[in-house]
């Protein structure tokens, strides 16, 4: 008798082709963009920490607000977002191709997954070594993880 995929399961799957087509495309244009939206950025961040000098009510607030902003300013130098971007890709393929799999209800498809989701949760913390890997790794640990746990409840339906 051939198994049939839980509707749950089904959800599951959808959810991922289309959060990682998505992830795919941002990784894409991040990378062909990194170069422009660098320089963006860091003109943004020069005339944030200049009104933040001008209307801070003390200088230890000011100080501790410019030291996360130059954090912030140096994880996003044009390497470190081209990188960010090209783990990212790597992460969404490889959840693609898991999810892909668990679709036809293959158990590899999950050890898969979760090594996506691994490389997910890992590349932002190797990449920006600051502030911004810390919070962008915490974001992409939560729903990953939730996932994980999710298609885990279902691997008994897989071969």
């Not at 996003?76 to 090209?86: C, D, H, I, T, Y």
Request: aromatic share 10%.
């Amino acid at each position: 008798m051939e198994n049939i995929r839980p509707t749950f399961l089904t959800v599951l799957c959808v959810l991922t082709f289309l959060g990682s087509a998505f992830g795919i495309y941002n990784a894409i244009t991040t990378y062909s963009a990194a170069g422009m939206t660098t320089g963006l950025t860091q003109e943004a961040m020069e005339n944030a920490k200049d009104q933040i000098d001008e209307q801070a009510q003390d200088e230890k607030s000011a100080e501790m607000v410019n030291k996360i902003m130059d954090s912030v300013s140096n994880d996003l130098s044009e390497e470190k977002v081209r990188n960010g971007a090209m783990a990212s890709g790597v992460a969404n393929i490889l959840t693609l191709i898991g999810a892909v799999l668990m679709w036809g209800l293959n158990k590899k498809g999950f050890f898969i997954y979760v090594a996506g989701t691994l490389v997910a949760i890992i590349a932002p913390l190797v990449i920006y070594d600051g502030f911004l890997g810390f919070i962008g790794s915490g974001m992409i640990a939560f729903v990953g993880i939730i996932f994980c746990v999710l298609y885990f409840l279902n691997i008994k339906h897989m071969a």
